[in-house]
């Protein structure tokens, strides 16, 4: 019993030292939401050249489902290497995945954020792509 007791008491104080240490966790949270982009925003931003799109599926769904004509395509979202994302740290990175339950682009994009690339995250996927009537490629 005195161990449950510490253990709740180790994740309160927890809880409390990040409303400390984040008193504005709305805004915390919405920031990191604001890499998020519209299926429309992206093939604009692509049509101009403003931006490069990483898919982050795997070659099973790009069978099945295409990919974005151009996409760069990762051999793993977790695993891949800078070197496949074939871009300057100055490009805007537009990573995908299936739909808006995948997390392969979202975890794909936080790795290259971490190795200083400009992310932002197309939560559609694929399947918002095709739904929007955009045209893909197949392997």
């Known amino acids: 019993m005195k161990l449950l007791t510490a253990a709740i008491l180790s994740v309160s104080l927890a809880m409390t030292s990040y409303a400390f240490a984040c008193p504005d966790?709305?805004?915390?949270?919405?920031?990191?939401?604001?890499?998020?982009?519209?299926?429309d925003e992206a093939a604009a931003l692509l049509k101009q050249g403003k931006v490069i799109m990483v898919d982050a599926n795997s070659n099973k769904t790009r069978s099945t489902e295409g990919y974005v004509p151009g996409a760069?395509?990762?051999?793993?979202?977790?695993?891949?290497?800078?070197s496949e994302l074939k871009a300057e740290k100055s490009d805007t990175l537009v990573f995908y995945c299936y739909n808006e339950s995948c997390g392969a682009a979202p975890a794909a994009a936080k790795k290259a954020g971490k190795k200083g690339y400009k992310t932002?995250?197309?939560?559609?996927?694929?399947?918002?792509?095709k739904q929007a009537g955009h045209a893909v490629a197949k392997l």
Do not use: C
Not at 25 to 39: E, L, P, W
């Open 25 to 39: 966790k709305d805004k915390a949270q919405a920031k990191s939401a604001d890499t998020g982009i519209s299926v």
């Open 120 to 129: 932002r995250v197309m939560h559609g996927g694929i399947m918002g792509w």
């Open 72 to 82: 760069r395509l990762l051999t793993s979202f977790n695993k891949f290497k800078s």
